[in-house]
């Protein structure tokens, strides 16, 4: 009878652990999507005007942005690395796009011509890192100033206008009421979640990030993987530069400047580690769209651009420390 009774104790701890378990791996998984939904909520009904479709037609226009280019950075911050060249290469892009549109009068070749540029720079950020073992931090720093540089170089430091009108539809258009950008932007996030959850690449990339010399010995090829990281990294801002600059009509040199800081935030604050090893496209959802949702109700309020550029510092130093906070739980456990 005792023998029994001790079972049925210990059969219950093991249900009420498992059970424990599950909710903890929800929370981690969807937590921060349901403090957006909450986020969500107040500001719906303290704003004026939040919920109003135009507000959330442009709140989806200023996500979709970050969230291209963050599907990017979460592979890089998954492997362990981060890029800092992000935002150049997405201005660097829309002008050599714009300026190859003006010279051939081809939307296609304007195309292909920002989408290599977004190549060349991956290309090189992925050689020096993996092949030669030089500091993220310092080579992304690097081929930042050399892609605006070139953008300024190219466009002779002024915007320049697009002569081809039917290229504005990549970025003014809408589909079902809801915008291009933000269809693509949600294409991005599946393609990119696949990539990263369902495929070896994907499972490479995350064992490199919690360990790189053990995935080396384990038969991973660190160094390609780590090149085609920082490839698809170019590509993939080079393609939200091309975006911006149908939306706005003309190539920008001076735009998106300091865009790596908001993207690197935004994929922190969701839940995407800094040291590598861990990241889910839920993640950036997430950090992406409470990071939208606050500029979006700091611009509505009125609140200087002063005081918003205290409030993302405050922001990306809270994910920064949540991120810690995180790691020095786990190793506990």
Sequence with gaps: MATTTAAAQATGKKET????????????????????????????????????IINMKGLGLAVSLAGMVACGMLFCLASGEFDMSVGSIIACSGVTCAVAINATESITMGILAGLGVGLLFG?????????????????????????RGMGYIISDGK????????????????MLGIPTPVWITAVCFAVFG?????????????????NEEAARLAGVNV???????????????????????????????????????????????????????????????????????????????NISPFAQYVVRGLILLAAVLF???KQLRKARV
């Design 17 to 52: 652990s498992q059970s424990g378990l599950s909710l903890s791996r929800i929370w981690d998984q969807y937590g921060m999507l349901v403090i957006f939904a909450i986020l969500f909520l107040i500001a719906s009904v303290t704003i004026p005007n939040f919920a109003s």
């Design 223 to 301: 160094v390609r993987t780590k090149i085609i990281i920082f490839t698809m990294t170019g590509l993939i801002a080079a393609l939200a530069g091309i975006i911006l600059a149908s939306r706005m009509t003309s190539g920008q040199p001076m735009t998106s400047i300091g865009f790596e800081l908001i993207v690197i935030a935004s994929c922190v604050l969701g839940g995407v580690s800094m040291k590598g090893g861990i990241g889910k496209i839920s993640y950036v959802i997430a950090g992406v769209l409470i990071l939208g949702l606050m500029e979006n109700a700091m611009n509505l309020l």
């Design 194 to 210: 696949l990539l990263l959850n369902k495929t070896t690449f994907g499972r490479n990339t995350l064992s490199i990030g919690g």
């Design 323 to 325: 991120d810690r906070y």
């Design 159 to 174: 915007a320049v206008g697009i002569v081809e009108e039917s290229f504005f539809d990549i970025g003014n258009s809408s």
């Design 123 to 147: 290309l090189i950020n992925g050689i020096v890192v993996a092949k030669f073992k030089i500091n993220a931090l310092i080579t992304t720093l690097a081929t930042m100033q050399m892609a």
